[in-house]
């Protein structure tokens, strides 16, 4: 009972609070918690005239089809290949840049730093996707330049599978380098300034403040987004490869999102693509795990 009352109380005191955290809650259950139920058809030979009641149990064929088809191994390859290239390449990006825009002195440069690097993130992925096809073109900007210095005939970047994985990162970087500065700019600015004055009496410059101060002062926020980021190392965005890939460079570029896209979704095979759904789900799950628990050794920090 007094538990109870201290539940009843503390809704009174923020009701405010949990008012809107309502919506947020919402979404959760009925868009990731409630969807769960339909795991069941990863088990199933389902078909959407008899629903998930009347659908022939096939136990773990689905998987097995999975497992067992010629194009599985690229399939993982390319999903690995893409997400730890975006690791490797893209997730300090924004780390580097919210570190240069703090050493920027002057406000009005600072900004327009800011807000010109924030943009691609608020424009439409279509739009975006659109202009890399446009850049990336035989006769796009890029090919342009680069008849211009070698003198060779221009060629559609996007066509070639060698050049899919650059084009795939480095536009990545440029969408969402700004957008991912602001967590690492905000967890600079609770850093003690006093600490920066002290180091620079002690005769420190300005990449050693960075190297001794800084960074280690950041480092749970970096820990803590690299260990979530880790966690979904399987799910490349489905978007942005399905906008921009062709038939002609599926050997680097087609990603199991994009497989499951082609086999569910236009093939019907709904039991199939939930099972490889799981399947992603649980081995980013272990992952996660793996990740939160060496991040919590190394460096003290973990999610849980």
Known sequence: MNVLRSLKKDAIR????????????????LFHYLP???LVMAFQDYSLVRGV?????????????FFTNFQFPRLIRNTLTISVAEIIFGFPAPIILALLINEVRGKFFKRTVQTISYMPHFIS??????????????????????TMITGNPGFSMLMRPNLFLP????????????????????????????LYE???IDGAGRFRRIWSITLPSILPTISI???????SIMSVGFERVFLLYNPTIF???????????????????YGFSAAVGMFNSVINFVILISVNAISGKFTGNRLW
């Open 251 to 269: 050997e680097t570029a087609d990603v199991i999102s994009t497989f499951v896209y082609r086999r569910g979704i236009i093939g019907f095979e």
């Open 198 to 200: 002290s180091a620079a």
């Open 53 to 65: 009641s009347g659908s022939t149990f096939v136990g773990f064929d689905n998987f097995i089809s």
């Open 14 to 29: 923020n009701k405010y609070v949990y008012f809107m955290a309502f919506p947020v809650l919402a979404y959760y259950i």
């Open 125 to 146: 992925l279509v739009v975006i996707s659109g202009i890399i096809l446009n850049f990336t073109s035989s006769d796009g900007v890029i090919m342009q330049l680069y």
């Open 167 to 194: 084009v795939y990162v480095i536009s990545g970087i440029w969408m969402h380098v700004g957008w991912g500065s602001i967590i690492y700019l905000a967890a600079i600015s609770s850093v003690d300034p006093g």
């Open 225 to 231: 987004l690299l260990i979530m980021r880790a966690g």
């Open 36 to 38: 769960m139920g339909g």
